[in-house]
């Protein structure tokens, strides 16, 4: 058994993952279900062999140090990958993402045109939001491949690590990849002024230095686009504020309310056809109401104002699964399940 072989079935059998672990098959998540592969359960050695397999020297050192490790892995012609090791129970096990050689389109994805709107924005903080497995990532991609393809500019991004490849159309593309190319977002986000760019790409906001460098880049006249691990737009204005020490929320409160354009929170739902994955999407957009309401942190409004914000382009995730559901691409149960407030759903 060889990892490129099962990288092949896992596009084979169009996988959005490849997990290999211990004391079970090698695992493929398929439309969002977890489904074995017909091999025999790997032992310990099974899946170190595996794994570092792939491994270069430097990520062997990095990994036996740290116990953890994040990077990409490109089979050329076939398809890229980003991979997660870390240990388990004193285990080597890998998780590893599929990232295809291809950039979709917003229109591909099913994002609602307003998306594409607050990704030509000429300056402001743009934010795409969702659980982990959710899209977010291609969804940035598709972002920065759109402006790459209709604006003059500089874009630049940090990754950790990179999946998608730009090549530079009308705009320059430059990618940086955490550990490879700058040792941490917040570092590389300390310097990114200095490098003259128009657009800037965080892959995460992760802590309270990369989220304040961001906020000031998006307030100093940059279009800022990243992602966050919050499952809507209030938990989104919350997660950001409450990060730093209340000493300084008022002014970021201020900060946020004025520099934020847009947050599109996400989920990848299991089509009723089973044929694939399609997206559902919350939309807020920041008009003045909406800037008030972050200035005096009263997020609890925040869905009334996306519910009566249409004519914005705004929408509730609960309009977006009935509309889905309308259109017969998902089940009702998938749409009742996933409905911020079921009882409220079903009168819709």
Same mark, same amino acid.
């Given at each position: ?12 059998? @169009? ?37 570092? #397999? +792939?491994?270069?020297? =430097? ?6 140090? =740290? ?24 285990? *080597? ?9 291809? %950039? ?5 994805? @099913?994002?609602?045109?307003? +998306? ?9 903080? *743009?934010?795409?939001? @969702? ?22 500019? *500089? ?16 705009? +320059? ?6 550990? #490879? ?10 310097? +990114? ?18 989220? #304040? ?6 307030e100093t006249g940059h279009l800022v686009l ?36 847009? %947050? ?9 056809? @089973? ?11 920041? =008009?003045?109401?909406?800037?008030? *309401? ?17 004519q914005y382009g705004m929408q509730t995730m609960?309009? #977006? ?28």
């Amino acid at each position: 058994m060889e990892i490129q072989t099962l990288l092949k079935e896992t596009l084979k059998a @169009g996988a959005s993952d490849l997990h290999i672990c211990v004391d079970s098959p090698p695992l493929l998540r398929v439309n969002g279900e977890i489904i074995p592969l017909k091999y025999p359960s790997l032992s310990s050695e099974n899946t170190r062999e595996l794994i570092y #397999s +792939v491994l270069t020297e =430097n990520q062997r050192i990095e990994f036996e140090e =740290n116990w953890e490790l994040d990077f990409s892995l490109h089979l050329p012609g076939i398809s890229r990958f980003r991979v997660n090791v870390h240990r388990q129970k004193g285990n *080597v096990e890998a998780s590893i993402r599929v990232v295809s050689l291809s %950039i979709p389109s917003w229109k591909e994805l @099913g994002l609602p045109p307003i +998306v594409k709107d607050l990704a030509l924005k000429p300056n402001g903080l *743009v934010i795409i939001t @969702g659980p982990t497995g959710m899209g977010k990532t291609t969804t940035l991609a598709s972002l920065m491949d759109l402006i790459n393809s209709t604006k003059r500019c *500089v874009i630049i991004s940090i990754e950790d690590p990179i999946e998608y490849l730009h090549k530079n159309k009308k705009s +320059v593309v430059k990618q940086r990849e955490v550990r #490879s190319d700058t040792h941490s977002f917040s570092q590389a986000l300390r310097r +990114v002024l200095r490098q003259d760019p128009d657009v800037i790409c965080i892959g995460e906001m992760r802590d309270l230095e990369t989220i #304040s460098t961001a906020l000031t880049a998006a307030e100093t006249g940059h279009l800022v686009l990243t992602t966050l691990h919050t499952p809507d737009a209030p938990q989104t204005i919350d997660r950001i504020i409450d990060v730093f020490p209340p000493h300084q929320q008022q002014e970021v409160k201020i900060q946020l309310a004025g520099c934020l354009q847009g %947050i599109v929170a996400q989920l990848l739902l299991p089509r009723q056809d @089973g044929k694939g994955r399609v997206l559902a999407t919350e939309i807020l957009i920041a =008009n003045p109401g909406i800037r008030n *309401v972050i200035k005096a942190h009263k997020t609890d409004q925040i869905p009334t104002l996306i519910q009566t914000g249409s004519q914005y382009g705004m929408q509730t995730m609960d309009k #977006s699964l009935k509309e889905l559901y309308l259109k017969g691409l998902i089940t009702y149960e998938t749409a009742v399940s996933f409905a911020k407030n079921p009882a409220i759903f079903k009168n819709l």
